[in-house]
């Protein structure tokens, strides 16, 4: 597609509840970031992928958090029994290669919230 | 700690009136700094990218300035329009093995009124 584009682009989930959010990248993007961003706040690393391999999942907050890329286009990212913190603005991101000038395509998001 | 911080944490301004929004980091190594802007409800849209050799870079009424000696940026927004009301992020990569990590300033909220 022309962008990248995230779905649903809002949730509400109750307390408790598991939830899938969905990541589709530009065609071809080898790299897939997950950032979550709280209200005020700037978007904080959660996870990479390059292709199909997760490289770096250090920011998941929790174990309650998991994301996978199988086939390495779209990626989901999916949040366990979901706490009233974990209600923010989730955002991928994609870009073409790895190298040190590479530009970064957003998402528009998916804005969770937990109730 | 790798770290971004933005000043001033908001700003409104006179529609037609030029402002400088700064950013300080302490990522090192340093890769590149972007500046995004993240207009409310949509995902963050990159107005510059300068790597170490670069001082400053130019996006229509959008110029980025770099003091890689002092990890310093600003950008600086001329004739601001309306549209121009959004969060301004800073963003610094730090070269970690084959990709960078990514590290982003909490933003400054910019409000431009008529």
């Known amino acids: 597609g022309a962008g990248v584009s995230q779905s649903p682009r809002y949730k509400v989930a109750k307390r408790g509840q598991d939830v899938a959010l969905r990541c589709d990248p530009i065609?071809?993007?080898?790299?897939l970031f997950w950032y979550q961003q709280a209200l005020g706040q700037g978007p904080e690393f959660l996870t990479y992928?390059?292709?199909?391999?997760?490289?770096?999942k250090s920011g998941l907050p929790s174990d309650r958090f998991f994301a996978e890329r199988p086939e390495g286009s779209v990626s989901t990212l999916k949040i366990q029994r979901t706490q009233q913190e974990d209600s923010a603005v989730y955002l991928c991101?994609?870009?073409f290669g790895s190298g040190i000038t590479r530009g970064y395509t957003f998402g528009s998001g998916t804005r969770l919230t937990v109730v | 700690k790798n770290q971004v911080e933005q000043s001033p944490q908001s700003l409104i301004i006179l529609e037609g009136k030029n402002c400088t929004l700064q950013c300080n980091y302490t990522v090192s190594p340093f890769s590149n700094l972007r500046w995004y802007k993240q207009d409310t409800g949509r995902g963050p849209v990159s107005l510059t990218i300068m790597t170490f050799s670069e001082n400053t870079k130019s996006n229509g009424r959008y110029t980025a300035t770099l003091d890689a000696d002092t990890k310093q940026s600003s950008l600086h927004i001329t004739a601001s329009q309306l549209s121009d009301s959004a969060s301004y992020i800073c963003?610094?990569?730090?070269?970690?093995?084959?990709?960078?990590?990514?590290?982003f300033g909490p933003g400054t909220s910019l409000s431009v009124i008529p």
């Open positions: 963003v610094v990569s730090g070269v970690k093995t084959s990709y960078d990590k990514v590290i």
């Open positions: 992928f390059q292709n199909e391999a997760q490289l770096d």
């Open positions: 065609s071809g993007h080898v790299s």
């Open positions: 991101a994609s870009s």
